[in-house]
DNA sequence: ACGCTTATTGATAATGATTGTCAAAACCAT
DNA sequence: ATGGTTTTGACAATCATTATCAATAAGCGT
């Protein structure tokens, strides 16, 4: 097991291997799982810079977790989250781009912004959970 | 089946007098300034069944809290937030109810919920800002 | 390679929001 | 008032996150 320094690192690849949003506490849990002896801290630390730098996205889930994710495109877009899972849809979004915009000029705001993401159960969760 | 609950009714009073979203624990305080011998869980329970039964609408504050605000109106919304001074616009979101139904149902989603909030600047904000 | 200085790490404690517990108090129909 | 049910609130428990701090590893000049 190779004792890597920059322990930031493994997160970045951890995140990079993670298929969705993930929170901080499952990706700690999956980097122990490969063996490596990362701390909480560490992850948290890691995970925090990475977000700042804009490495990393990081969304607030409906029950009050953060959650990370390495986005690969640096534009503007939007997901569709699991929320079993966490298996995450990037999605574009140019119809509620537009929307947004509209709806932010109609009643004078400027420099808008939005938060859009749809949270659901993915076809493999919706089955699972029905079994259950 | 109506509750007989005047600690409800405080509460929504509390949340009605507040202009933008305010935090279950500030609102708690809030009570307690006035005189209110209101418990702490109590003010939580009367939030939880609030926004449950759609009469108040709440949403993560970025550092993980729950913010709560008293809607106006019962059925499903979105928000038009200005980031500087809090002021808020609820708006209906017909379109975009729709896309994101559309958009879940495409890649086998079930069970979709969505997360859709504007942030701005409001005209009053941004003459303000533009003063600057 | 060696010693010295500084930055990073991670076990654990601390924090802060939220939820659970449960006996006491309030309420209601008799 | 009385018994039974519901609501309340002090406090404990929980969960994610953050702070602490001694041990360790990386840098660096020699």
């Given at each position: 097991m190779k004792r890597n320094t920059w322990q930031r690192e493994a997160v970045r690849e951890a995140?990079?291997?993670t298929e969705g949003f993930i929170s901080a506490?499952?990706?700690h849990s999956s980097l122990h799982a490969t063996g490596s002896p990362i701390g909480l801290a560490t992850?948290?630390?890691a995970l925090g810079d990475l977000a700042s730098s804009g490495e990393a996205d990081s969304l607030q889930s409906p029950d009050g977790e953060a959650l990370?994710?390495?986005c690969s495109t640096t534009g503007h877009h939007h997901h569709l989250i699991c929320r079993n899972c966490g298996l995450t849809v990037e999605i574009?979004?140019?119809e509620v781009?537009?929307?947004a915009k509209g709806i932010a000029a109609e009643h004078g705001f400027t420099q808008a912004a939005h938060v859009v993401d749809v949270f659901g159960l993915c076809a493999n969760c919706t089955?699972?959970?029905d079994a259950r």
């Open positions: 995140l990079d291997d506490q499952a990706l992850v948290y630390r990370y994710r390495a574009a979004a140019d781009e537009a929307w089955a699972l959970a």
